[in-house]
């Protein structure tokens, strides 16, 4: 069990080891934006990400019927 850990543990070092390298060593090195809503494909296909589109769900409509009240005055 303690050979499995550890060889996980190297091989989880090693990555974060990798991904720190290329982030300092590229111009701009920052992490990949993988944000639904900033996909250029997935905007032509208008597809946003949840958020966004409870964003757009919660804006109050100019358009709406008002219903009428239920209750008896």
């Keep these: 069990m303690w050979k499995t ?11 974060m080891v990798f991904l720190a390298i290329k982030i300092l060593l590229k111009k701009n ?3 990949p934006n993988t ?3 900033h996909s250029a ?8 990400c949840v958020q966004t589109m409870d964003a757009m769900e ?3 409509n100019p358009h709406r019927v008002s ?6 005055k």
Aim: charge should be positive; avoid cysteine.
């Design 58 to 60: 919660r804006k109050p």
């Design 5 to 15: 850990l550890l060889f996980t543990l190297i091989i989880v070092a090693a990555s």
């Design 35 to 37: 944000h639904v809503g």
């Design 29 to 31: 090195g920052r992490f």
């Design 67 to 72: 219903e009428r009240s239920t209750t008896k």
């Design 41 to 48: 494909a997935m905007r032509k296909r208008g597809i946003t």
